[in-house]
C-alpha cells in the first residue's frame, strides 16, 4: 500500500511540474508530450528529470 501512494504521489507531482512546464513554454514554443511515464521520470527525479525528458523529446526525437 505505502509503494502505490508513493508512485501516485510521484505521478501527481510529475503531471502538475509537467503541465506547469508546458503552459509556460507554450508562450516561446516549447513542450513536452504528456504521458503517465513523463510524469513519473519528472516526479521522481525533479528538474533534471524534465531536463532528461525534453532533451530526448527533442533531440532524440522519443516521446517519453
Do not use: Q
Not at 501512494?5 to 513554454?25: H, Q
Not at 513519473?40 to 532533451?55: A, D, E, N, Q, S
Amino acid at each position: 500500500m505505502k509503494t502505490i501512494f508513493w508512485f501516485i504521489k510521484k505521478i501527481a507531482f510529475g503531471f502538475v511540474a509537467l503541465y506547469a512546464f508546458n503552459f509556460i513554454g507554450s508562450f516561446i514554443n516549447i513542450g513536452v508530450a504528456s504521458n503517465w511515464l513523463s510524469y513519473f521520470i519528472i516526479g521522481t527525479l525533479g528538474v533534471p528529470g524534465l531536463l532528461i525528458v525534453y532533451i530526448a523529446n527533442v533531440l532524440l526525437g522519443f516521446w517519453l
